[in-house]
C-alpha cells in the first residue's frame, strides 16, 4: 500500500510582497461547511481546491471521518491537510492525547491546534491550561507535531485587577512548545485590537484565524461575514502580518455562516485577505 501524500502544494518559498517580505499563506477552515463536511469530504476538499486555497484546517474530524476518506482526498485534489483543530477535551487525558495523535500520524497531518481552557475561566484554571497544553507540546514534539493554542474572545478580558487569562498562558507555557493561533475577531470581541494583539506573543504566533462580522452587543451575538464586510479591519491586520517578515500562514474562516459555504469560500476565498 502506498503512504499517504498530504504534502502536496505546500509553498515553502511562497510569493514576495513588493517590500521584499513573504506574502502568507492563505488556507480554508472547513467548518463552515457544517454537516456537509461529514457527509462528503471528497467535494468539500475538491471545491477548496478549485478555488485555488493553499492548504486545508479541518474541526475536529476524529474519528467521524475516517483517515483513507482524507488521505485519498487530499492525494486526489493536491492540497494538503496542514492542521487539524480539536477541542480541549482531546488533549486534556493522556488517552485522548495518543487517540489525537494516532490520527495526525495516519493523515501525515503535523500542526494540531488546540482550544478552551480546562473549565471555567479562572487564574487556576489558566495555570492548570498551561500546564496540560505543555505536557500536550512535550508529546507534540517527539511526533514531530506542532502544538498551537487557539485563543478566544473571554482570554483577553481582565478580572478585577486587569490580569489577562492570555497573558498568563503565555508567560506559564513553554515557548519551545508551545505556539499561539490568533483569531482576529475573537481578540477584537474580547476587547484588543488584532494588531496590538499579535504583539503580545512575539515569535510564538506566525498562524492567523481570519475573520470578519458584525460584532453585536456581545460575543454571543456576532453576525459572522465575508471578509471586508463586518467590524474587523483585516487589512491592517493582513499588513502587519506582511510587516513581520516571517513566512505566516492565514486561515479563512466563518463560525456560522449566513450565505452559502460555496458562496462564502468564493467570498472570503485565497485572494481576498490579500487584497
Same mark, same amino acid.
Given at each position: 500500500?502506498?503512504?499517504?501524500?498530504?504534502?502536496?502544494?505546500?509553498?515553502?518559498?511562497?510569493?514576495?510582497?513588493?517590500?521584499?517580505?513573504?506574502?502568507?499563506? &492563505?488556507?480554508?477552515?472547513?467548518?463552515?461547511?457544517?454537516?456537509?463536511?461529514?457527509?462528503?469530504?471528497?467535494?468539500?476538499?475538491?471545491?477548496?481546491?478549485?478555488?485555488?486555497?493553499?492548504? $486545508?484546517?479541518?474541526?475536529?474530524? $476524529?474519528?467521524?471521518?475516517?483517515?483513507?476518506? &482524507?488521505?485519498?482526498?487530499?492525494?486526489?485534489?493536491?492540497?494538503?491537510?496542514?492542521?487539524?483543530? &480539536?477541542?480541549?477535551?482531546?488533549?486534556?487525558?493522556?488517552?485522548?492525547?495518543?487517540?489525537?495523535?494516532?490520527?495526525?500520524?495516519?493523515?501525515?497531518?503535523?500542526?494540531?491546534?488546540?482550544?478552551?481552557?480546562?473549565?471555567?475561566?479562572?487564574?487556576?484554571?489558566?495555570?492548570?491550561?498551561?500546564?496540560?497544553?505543555?505536557?500536550?507540546?512535550?508529546?507534540?514534539?517527539?511526533?514531530?507535531?506542532?502544538?498551537?493554542?487557539?485563543?478566544?474572545?473571554?482570554?483577553?478580558?481582565?478580572?478585577?485587577?486587569?490580569?489577562?487569562?492570555?497573558?498568563?498562558?503565555?508567560?506559564?507555557?513553554?515557548?519551545?512548545?508551545?505556539?499561539?493561533?490568533?483569531?482576529?475577531?475573537?481578540?477584537?470581541?474580547?476587547?484588543?485590537?488584532?494588531?496590538?494583539?499579535?504583539?503580545?506573543?512575539?515569535?510564538?504566533?506566525?498562524?492567523?484565524?481570519?475573520?470578519?462580522?458584525?460584532?453585536?452587543?456581545?460575543?454571543?451575538?456576532?453576525?459572522?461575514?465575508?471578509?471586508?464586510?463586518?467590524?474587523?479591519?483585516?487589512?491592517?491586520?493582513?499588513?502587519? &502580518? $506582511?510587516?513581520?517578515?516571517?513566512?505566516?500562514?492565514?486561515?479563512?474562516?466563518?463560525?456560522?455562516?449566513?450565505?452559502?459555504?460555496?458562496?462564502?469560500?468564493?467570498?472570503?476565498?485565497?485572494?481576498?485577505?490579500?487584497?
Amino acid at each position: 500500500m502506498n503512504e499517504p501524500n498530504n504534502s502536496f502544494n505546500v509553498k515553502e518559498s511562497p510569493e514576495v510582497c513588493a517590500n521584499g517580505h513573504p506574502k502568507p499563506l &492563505v488556507g480554508a477552515q472547513l467548518i463552515i461547511w457544517g454537516n456537509d463536511l461529514f457527509l462528503d469530504f471528497n467535494k468539500v476538499v475538491a471545491f477548496c481546491s478549485k478555488v485555488r486555497y493553499s492548504f $486545508i484546517e479541518a474541526p475536529d474530524i $476524529i474519528p467521524d471521518i475516517p483517515a483513507d476518506i &482524507v488521505n485519498n482526498a487530499v492525494s486526489r485534489y493536491k492540497i494538503p491537510l496542514y492542521a487539524i483543530h &480539536v477541542g480541549f477535551p482531546s488533549i486534556e487525558t493522556n488517552d485522548n492525547l495518543e487517540c489525537t495523535l494516532k490520527y495526525l500520524n495516519k493523515v501525515k497531518t503535523k500542526v494540531l491546534i488546540s482550544s478552551g481552557i480546562a473549565h471555567d475561566p479562572s487564574r487556576n484554571e489558566y495555570d492548570q491550561t498551561a500546564d496540560i497544553l505543555n505536557r500536550t507540546g512535550t508529546r507534540c514534539q517527539l511526533e514531530g507535531v506542532q502544538l498551537y493554542y487557539h485563543t478566544f474572545w473571554w482570554e483577553f478580558l481582565g478580572d478585577e485587577e486587569g490580569h489577562r487569562g492570555i497573558d498568563r498562558l503565555i508567560e506559564n507555557t513553554d515557548a519551545s512548545l508551545v505556539k499561539f493561533n490568533l483569531d482576529i475577531c475573537w481578540s477584537k470581541a474580547g476587547g484588543l485590537d488584532p494588531c496590538k494583539a499579535m504583539n503580545l506573543f512575539g515569535d510564538r504566533c506566525d498562524y492567523f484565524h481570519v475573520k470578519d462580522g458584525h460584532l453585536g452587543l456581545s460575543p454571543d451575538h456576532i453576525k459572522w461575514l465575508p471578509l471586508g464586510e463586518g467590524d474587523i479591519d483585516v487589512k491592517s491586520f493582513i499588513r502587519k &502580518v $506582511i510587516d513581520c517578515g516571517k513566512c505566516c500562514r492565514v486561515v479563512v474562516e466563518q463560525d456560522e455562516p449566513h450565505i452559502s459555504p460555496k458562496t462564502s469560500e468564493v467570498l472570503c476565498g485565497p485572494e481576498r485577505p490579500l487584497q
